[in-house]
């Protein structure tokens, strides 16, 4: 029996190719956008607009495509981890983080990753697979608090502009008037700074960008982001300073603080260096310890030197508050390489 496509992860104009293939008016793909993107139907028996015929029709060759985790764990500060398994059989997880007014969902663009940085748990289970759109959104639908999200951040497992086709798919349909209808400011994509597909994802969205910086310094980065010799961060940021963003885009740089390695003011200055003149915030987060990893975060006291000493120069800097730690769902944490057993 031949496996059915997934409907869940389509753009209008693919969900009209859809109605062709399957002999349904063409209006019928505005129909189906609907169910899928603004009711976020489980079945396409309930797309109750199109005929009994044309839902037998469609049902022979596609289903929705939703599948619901597998588990999820619930972190003492309200911080919930979901998993979930891929069409492959490979799991993934993503975070939901409630605070204040905003729900913010964290998701997965990959099975794993390959940009292997020192202090992070994903890279270290490897590469194992590109997300399809279907696998993204899936994340953003099936979870318990879908309909209360009120941003989405691409900061789960993976390398988001090392999928780049199927990032900007899930982006054209978040923010699409028939997919999800979001303003690119509720999404932000964060990246190691993968230089050619980063000029695309400037070119062709107006998401938010986040850098994963984590020290000025060229060799101390090549030593904990392997990243930095394909795609120095040199080249990343020149062409940051050709972009405006002084207006609603935000562009932050993402600053992982290690005791002793890149937490001292020489650091400071050099950062603030290499950003002056860039319309940017740093963002200062603690290390999260990983298993057969020296690194030791930062103390809070020189995390607050170093944020003050980067703000009175004028660059806006915020130290984030760490969520999920408990659970392994906070910065760095996530890993699937237990699901495997």
């Keep these: 029996m031949t496996e059915k496509k997934h409907l869940l992860g389509l753009t209008l104009d693919e969900l009209k190719e859809v109605a062709l293939e399957c002999g349904l008016p063409k209006f019928a793909a505005k129909q189906m956008a609907d169910w899928l993107y603004k009711k976020r139907i489980l079945t396409i028996e309930e797309m109750t607009n199109l005929s ?30 979901y998993l979930f398994k891929t069409d492959a ?8 983080i409630p605070e204040d007014e905003r729900a913010t969902l964290c998701v997965s663009s990959q099975v794993g990753c390959k940009m292997n940085c020192l202090f992070c748990m994903t890279g270290k289970q490897g590469f194992n697979g590109h997300l399809s759109a279907n696998e993204i959104l899936n994340q953003v639908c099936s979870i318990e608090e879908s309909d209360d999200l009120t941003n989405i951040v691409f ?12 990032l900007k798919k899930t982006l054209d349909i978040m923010t699409s008037d028939y997919g999800f209808a979001w ?6 994509v964060s990246t190691t700074g993968v230089t050619p597909k980063l000029k695309r994802f400037l070119d062709e969205s107006n998401a938010h960008l986040a850098v994963s910086l984590h020290t000025p ?27 405006d963003w002084s207006k609603q885009r935000r562009l932050s740089f993402e600053y992982i603080m290690f005791k002793d390695f890149n937490d001292s003011l020489v650091h400071a200055r050099e950062l603030f260096k290499i950003l002056n003149g860039l319309d940017c915030r740093v963002n200062l987060i603690r290390f999260h310890a990983i298993p057969n990893v020296d690194l030791v975060t930062s103390t809070n006291e020189t995390m607050v030197q170093f944020r003050d000493f980067l703000t009175r120069k004028g660059l806006m800097c915020t130290i984030r508050s760490s969520r999920g730690e408990d659970i392994f769902a906070a910065c760095g944490m996530l890993s699937t390489e237990k699901s495997k057993k």
């Design 89 to 96: 059989g490979k799991f993934i997880e993503s975070v939901m």
């Design 155 to 166: 900061m789960g497992m993976g390398e988001p502009l090392d999928n780049y086709e199927q």
């Design 183 to 188: 303003s690119p400011k509720r999404i932000t």
């Design 217 to 243: 310094m060229k060799e101390q980065r090549l030593s904990i982001m392997p990243a930095e010799k394909a795609f120095p961060l040199s080249g990343v940021l020149e062409l940051l300073k050709q972009y």
């Design 52 to 81: 009994l015929a044309n839902r037998n029709l469609l049902s022979e060759k596609y289903d929705v495509g939703r599948s619901l985790p597998i588990e999820d764990q619930r972190s003492i500060d309200g911080t919930v981890k």
